[in-house]
T-cell receptor, first 115, second 113 residues
């Protein structure tokens, strides 16, 4: 089966610009998660979708971040306007409902650099 | 306030020897734990998990031990191989609808040939 796909793999933008990250989960996976890793720190939870609904968005840093999941398929994460501290690697992960035993499947991530 | 801590940023081990990676947690509500492995420029990949009702889980060369009273878990890799060189993340969750995992900062393992 195809894995979790994220693009772009890298993005360099200037402070104040807008960037949109995209994630295509594994087909049939209702759970979709966004995580972020900043400069060698922990992989930090941002939010969780079940199908098209936001189940938990407690990790979203502020209202400059907007996540959507159209029709319960792919998801986008928009940062507007971007700030320097938003730099990091953004990971998307997906899983089937109730499939806890093997954790999530992660994508390769999008490395965002804000200059 | 970090609920999952990996206090060793790096570890070097000779090929064929045992690698022991440690993880401590503070939230006594955590009831499920996982280890992920991450190679450069790739996403983390699932390695092994353990439920809080167990104290040990084994999968080939990988064994995870859980000490609930000490709020400590460890990953043992025996024997270590050069291909095991990667960053290892410990993660924990509370049984709930979200299955949200809280990750540690990772330990970089280098297995020397």
């Amino acid at each position: 089966e195809a894995g979790v796909t994220q693009f772009p793999s890298h993005s360099v933008i200037e402070k104040g610009q807008t960037v949109t990250l995209r994630c295509d989960p594994i087909s049939g996976h209702d759970n979709l998660y966004w995580y972020r890793r900043v400069m060698g720190k922990e992989i930090k939870f941002l939010l969780h979708f079940v199908k098209e609904s936001k189940q938990d968005e407690s990790g979203m840093p502020n209202n400059r971040f907007l996540a959507e999941r159209t029709g319960g398929t792919y998801s986008t994460l928009k940062v507007q306007p971007a700030e320097l501290e938003d730099s990091g690697v953004y990971f998307c992960a997906s899983s089937q409902v109730g499939a806890r035993g093997r954790g999530y499947t992660f994508g390769s991530g999008t490395r965002l650099t804000v200059v | 306030d970090q609920q999952v801590k990996q206090n060793s940023p790096s570890l070097s081990v000779q090929e064929g020897r045992i690698s022991i990676l440690n993880c401590d947690y503070t939230n006594s509500m955590f009831d499920y734990f996982l280890w992920y492995k991450k190679y450069p420029a790739e996403g983390p990949t699932f390695l092994i998990s353990i439920s809080s009702i167990k104290d040990k889980n084994e999968d080939g060369r990988f064994t995870v031990f859980l000490n609930k009273s000490a709020k400590h878990l460890s990953l043992h890799i025996v024997p270590s191989q050069p291909g095991d060189s990667a960053v290892y993340f410990c993660a924990a969750s509370v049984t709930s609808g979200t299955y949200k995992y809280i990750f540690g900062t990772g330990t970089r393992l280098k297995v020397l040939a």
